[in-house]
Structures are given as structure tokens and as C-alpha cells.
């Protein structure tokens, strides 16, 4: 069984810049999450994808945007970058495998906004 | 404000101890609840999940849950020094999003 993947590993960006973040579902889930934690916090719910659709959103502006795609992986956007968007960005899968809600965690991607 | 509380900690415990963390949640439609383990610059690993009230052991691991007192806890006996890391508690109600506390870390001394 394949775990949840995600890429890059590492990231640096500057102010306003754009970024894209992937990832891959763990084998045989269909749901994918994504949450943004910064250093000493827990997660944060960005929002989550089912069926190539956005099944619910957190507390985030519109410029942080998605996609799932038909093979159930996921991309994460980020438009116009702010120093405060700097965190460890997890990918989350779930789905027929145990409960409903139990999510899986991807290695994250760590992102630095200079 | 769906709010997940847990002491930050550190709590340290010696080797062979039983490590007792909580949690409290403000959401009274919360349904289900997980404790993660993290470790430093690694992502939260699901360790166990509870969605009624009572006692679920799997291992050394016990959770905990209390839907009246709105509380979770989770135990761990005959703490290892591999057991020092984050826990992290989180809940969730019927829809998608999961509500993550702060984390309490933990130290396990030899």
C-alpha cells in the first residue's frame, strides 16, 4: 500500500510570488485535505477535496486554491505570497480505509517566503 | 469558534511511567477524535481515534473520551524515550475538517 506523497520537500519563494504544491493520495482513498502549520501550532484546515471538488473551505483568503484530479491527487495554489504564508503545508488523505474522518498525513512541503 | 485546547507542555515523565495528556474541545457536535504523534520536522502520524464515550486501547496506547465534560485524554504506559515528540489532538464533527490543538510535547527521560 502506497502512503500519501507529497513535493517538493523544500521550497523558497519571495514576496508576491506564486507557488504550487502536490501531492498524492494514499491507495484507495478518494479525499484529500490540506492544511497549512506553522511553527509551534497545530494544523490548520485549509480545505478539502472529493470528487474533484471542493467539499469545504477553512479560514483562508481566495488566494489560496486547489484541484484534485480524476486519479484522486491534489495540487495546493498559493497566489501573491506573504511572508506569512511561510509554514509546513500537509496533505491529508482518507476514504475507505478506516473511519470516515481518520486522515492520513503526507511528509508536507516546507515553505519559506523571504 | 470551534477551539481545541491542550496544555503545551513539556510534560516529562521517566522511562517506564505512564504519560497522561489532555484535551478539551468547545464543539458539543464534535463526533470523532484523534491523537497524532509529531515529531520534530515530521508530520503528524494518526495514532488513535475514539468516537464514543469511554476506554480504547490499542497497545500501550489508551484514549479516552468524556462527550459530557467535553474532554479527550490519551495514556501511554511504559513511556519510551522513542514516545518524546508532539501529541497533537484534534476533533471533528459530521463534516470534513479536522480542529487540531496546539500539541502537548512530551519527554521521556531515561
Known amino acids: 500500500e502506497t502512503g500519501v506523497t507529497q513535493s517538493p520537500t523544500h521550497l523558497i519563494k519571495t514576496r508576491g510570488q506564486q507557488v504550487t504544491l502536490r501531492c498524492s493520495s494514499q491507495s484507495g482513498h478518494n479525499t484529500v485535505s490540506w492544511y497549512q502549520q506553522a511553527l509551534g501550532q497545530g494544523p490548520q484546515f485549509i480545505f478539502q477535496y472529493y470528487r474533484e471538488e471542493e467539499n469545504g473551505r477553512g479560514n483562508f483568503p481566495p488566494r489560496f486554491s486547489g484541484l484534485q484530479f480524476p486519479n484522486y491527487s491534489s495540487e495546493l495554489n498559493v497566489n501573491a505570497l506573504e511572508l506569512d504564508d511561510s509554514a509546513l503545508y500537509l496533505c491529508?488523505?482518507?476514504?475507505?480505509?478506516?473511519?470516515?474522518?481518520?486522515?492520513?498525513f503526507g511528509p508536507g512541503t516546507r515553505l519559506t517566503v523571504l | 469558534q470551534k477551539e481545541v485546547e491542550q496544555n503545551s507542555g513539556p510534560l516529562s515523565v521517566p522511562e517506564g511511567a505512564i504519560a497522561s495528556l489532555n484535551c478539551t474541545y468547545s464543539d458539543r457536535g464534535s463526533q470523532s477524535f484523534f491523537w497524532y504523534r509529531q515529531y520534530s520536522g515530521k508530520s503528524p502520524e494518526l495514532i488513535m481515534s475514539i468516537y464514543s464515550n469511554g476506554d480504547k486501547e490499542d497497545g500501550r496506547f489508551t484514549a479516552q473520551l468524556n462527550k459530557a465534560s467535553q474532554y479527550v485524554s490519551l495514556l501511554i504506559r511504559d513511556s519510551q524515550p522513542s514516545d518524546s515528540a508532539t501529541y497533537l489532538c484534534a476533533a471533528a464533527d459530521s463534516g470534513y475538517a479536522l480542529n487540531f490543538g496546539k500539541g502537548t510535547s512530551l519527554l521521556v527521560t531515561p
Open positions: 491529508a488523505s482518507s476514504g475507505r480505509t478506516g473511519g470516515w474522518n481518520e486522515q492520513f
